[in-house]
């Protein structure tokens, strides 16, 4: 079993940056592809962006390229989610999760990924 922990969520103005971490215990996150998602009431979990088991390979949704970076550190297992430029409709409550095994490729479907944290929200005022 993963647990993990969201941290670094708040309020921001239009502009501005956050930084989201995402810490696990109980399992490493070593091995497997770690992703972020984000939601808003009403709304199905949006994939946003998902890193490798090495930190090598990186995918992101279109809605946030260049503008968010993810990273990981194997060593403290913990991933990060660097989010610049933010917008309100950035807006969400953002989740990390992790697939859990090792598998080649991306996958952008929640249902691939088997452990979730509880999310920590961002709201980015105009």
């Known amino acids: 079993q993963v647990q993990l922990v969201e941290s670094g969520g708040g309020l921001v103005q239009a502009g501005g940056s956050l930084r989201l971490s995402c810490a696990a215990s109980g399992r490493t996150l070593g091995s497997g592809n770690v992703g972020w998602f984000r939601q808003t009431p009403g709304k199905e979990r949006e994939f946003v962006a998902a890193?490798?088991?090495?930190?090598?390979?990186?995918y992101y949704a279109d809605s946030v390229k260049g503008r968010f970076t993810i990273s990981r550190d194997n060593a403290k297992n913990t991933v990060y989610l660097q989010m610049s430029s933010l917008k309100p409709e950035d807006t969400a409550v953002y989740y990390c999760a992790a697939e859990g095994r090792l598998r080649i490729g991306f996958r952008i479907d929640s249902d691939e990924y088997n452990y979730w944290g509880q999310g920590t929200q961002v709201t980015v005022s105009s």
């Open positions: 890193i490798n088991w090495t930190g090598g390979r990186v």
